[in-house]
Nanobody
Framework: QVQLVESGGGLVQPGGSLRLSCAAS????????MSWYRQPPGKQRELVAS???????HYADSVKGRFTISRDNAKNTVYLQMNALKPEDTAVYHC???????WGQGTQVTVSS
């Protein structure tokens, strides 16, 4: 299993920005896919974005054009840049690796005025 530690969450006003980080305990150059999921209050966990080792990205329709996922293999870290945040982006954001299957503990993002 991979240890994943998220950081960067917090309280932000609508229209604001945050950058989440996910630090891995192993070299992420060995991990083909890394993803961000989120779980809004009272709802199921959903995929936000994913990135492959060769840089291909996938985004949920609800965040396209506002969020950007990136990875820095030298720092063993995956990022999620979130711009133009909306109240409906409020959730606990988790980092996920499918192989070996591993979840981070999550970081809270709250978008509110």
């Amino acid at each position: 299993q991979v240890q994943l530690v998220e950081s960067g969450g917090g309280l932000v006003q609508p229209g604001g920005s945050l950058r989440l980080s996910c630090a891995a305990s192993i070299r992420i150059s060995s991990l083909y896919v890394m993803s961000w999921y989120r779980q809004p209050p009272g709802k199921q966990r959903e995929l936000v974005a994913s990135i492959t080792l060769d840089g291909r990205t996938h985004y949920a329709d609800s965040v396209k054009g506002r969020f950007t996922i990136s990875r820095d293999n030298a720092k063993n870290t995956v990022y999620l840049q979130m711009n133009a945040l909306k109240p409906e982006d409020t959730a606990v954001y988790h980092c996920f690796v499918p192989d070996p299957r591993s979840w981070g503990q999550g970081t809270q993002v709250t978008v509110s005025s």
